[in-house]
Every structure is written in C-alpha cells, then in structure tokens.
C-alpha cells in the first residue's frame, strides 16, 4: 500500500518568524495518522522549520538543491548542506524552476542523482503547458520528463522517488485539471515507471497530482486509483488550510 502525501511547495513565501507561527498552528492537527505530511520551505526557514518538526510526524523538505556538493556556484545550496540541516524531502525540477531558471531535463536528473547521494527524497515534478495539452502532446510530454528523470537510478531509488505530475495551465491558476483527467495522466506515467522498471517497483512508487490543489477539492484526486497526494502551493500558505488539506488526505 503506498501511503498518502501531502506536500505544501510555499514557493518563496514566508519569512522565518512566520514559517514558525505557521508551524505552531499546524503542529498536532496536519498529522494524521496514515498520511504523510510535509513542508517544503524557502532555505532560509529550514533550520528553523527541522527544529521545530522534532517529536511530530511532519517532515521539512527543500524546494531545490544543486547537483554538486560544493564549489564555485555562488547563490547555490547543496545536497550536503540539505543533509546536515535534517530535511528530508527535496523538490526537483518544479515547472518554475524550469521555466524562469533554464533547468533541463538533464539537470533534473543530476540534482536527483544528488537527492540520492545525500540520502534525500526528491519529489521529481512533470507536467505539460497549455500549448502542448492543446496540441494532445501531455503523454509524450510527461513521458520524456519522467524517462529523463529516471536516467542512471537504481529500481530500489526509483521505487522512492515521488512524482507530482504537475500540468502548467493548473498551477496558481484556480484552473485544475478534474479528478479523472489528472488520473488518466498518473496512471500513464505510472506505466512509463512499470515499463522501465518493472510493475512492482511502478506499483511502489508514489504519484501527487499538483495544480490548484484545495481542500475542496483533494478528496476527489485522493479517490482516483492511481494518485497518491499532492503538491500544493497557494493553499498550503494558510495553517486550517494545509491542516484541512492533510485530513482531506485520509
Ligand atoms: O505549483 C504548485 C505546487 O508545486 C501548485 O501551485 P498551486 O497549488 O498554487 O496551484
């Protein structure tokens, strides 16, 4: 049974004084028994974020890393760094990264390769522009992603690798693709994944739907076969609303 996941992405939001009363509110209540829960934070938050996380089910991940330990790569945060801090989970190749910081495929798949060495979990995201649903090309799209992700891993990593299927026209947008739609894509890349690996690592491996997540609304991804989670920005940003999201899960 792959267990559920919820992962609030708070984009460049929240300073650490509020990362901390965000944290105080959601403590005890966004930990529900059967579902995963996780933060993933500006860096800046993350010390503050690891610390108070202590004793509680919820786990603190970053938004980024680079795929090299150190060197000169001047406003840069490495795996290494990430370890030493406690986090857990790491986003990697998020659409905005792609689009406004030139991340290629290529580069995805080292700053996974990296998540690995450092004992990090990446929640790898693909997903299609608007452009390319409407020219019926968002299978083929997710297909090159989630194959270009995937180069060089172990079955044994790629069975811990979460994929957030992400489609672009849905991210802060109010716009989500429906319930049955995001399944249809999951369950075909959940298929690319049985088809590099075989079906028991595919059958392993968890897949959020993201874009335009609420809590109105993630029950009805949560009842779909093939989505295990999601990936939230906006309404992850408010405590009753990353908790309601959380319990929604269940
Ligand atoms: O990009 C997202 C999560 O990574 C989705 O953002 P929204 O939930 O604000 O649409």
């Known amino acids: 049974m792959r267990k559920p996941i919820i992962a609030g992405n708070w984009k460049m939001f929240k300073t650490v004084s509020e990362a901390e009363s965000f944290f105080t509110e959601v ?19 993350l010390p503050a974020l690891v610390q108070a996380a202590k ?6 991940g970053a938004q980024n890393l680079h795929y090299e330990d150190n060197g000169a790569y001047t406003g840069e945060i490495s795996g290494v760094m990430l370890k030493e801090l406690g986090v857990k989970y790491v986003i990697i190749g998020h ?3 792609r689009a406004y910081f030139a991340e ?3 580069i995805v798949n080292k700053k996974i390769h990296a998540a690995f060495k450092h004992g990090l979990t990446p929640i790898v995201c693909v997903g299609e522009k608007l452009e390319e649903r409407e020219a019926g090309q968002t299978k083929d799209v997710c297909k090159g992603q989630t194959e270009a992700a995937f180069e060089g891993l172990s079955a044994a990593q790629a069975a811990e690798v979460v994929i957030a299927y992400e489609p672009i026209w849905a991210i802060g947008t109010g716009k989500s693709s ?16 049985a088809g590099l690996y075989g079906e028991a ?11 335009s997540v609420k809590p109105n609304n993630v029950a009805e991804y949560m009842g779909e076969a093939d989505i295990d989670g999601a ?14 999201l959380v319990e929604g899960a269940k």
């Open 27 to 45: 403590k005890g209540k966004a930990e529900v028994e059967g579902v995963e829960s996780v933060i993933c934070a500006p860096f800046t938050a």
């Open 55 to 60: 004793g509680t089910s919820i786990a603190i």
């Open 95 to 97: 659409s905005e990264r």
């Open 104 to 106: 290629s495929d290529a």
């Open 178 to 193: 429906t319930a049955a739609d995001a399944q249809d894509v999951i369950g075909y890349i959940r298929g690319i994944v």
């Open 201 to 211: 690592t595919a059958e392993a491996v968890r897949i959020q739907y993201g874009g």
């Open 231 to 244: 990936l939230v920005g906006g309404a992850s940003l408010e405590p009753a609303s990353y908790i309601a």
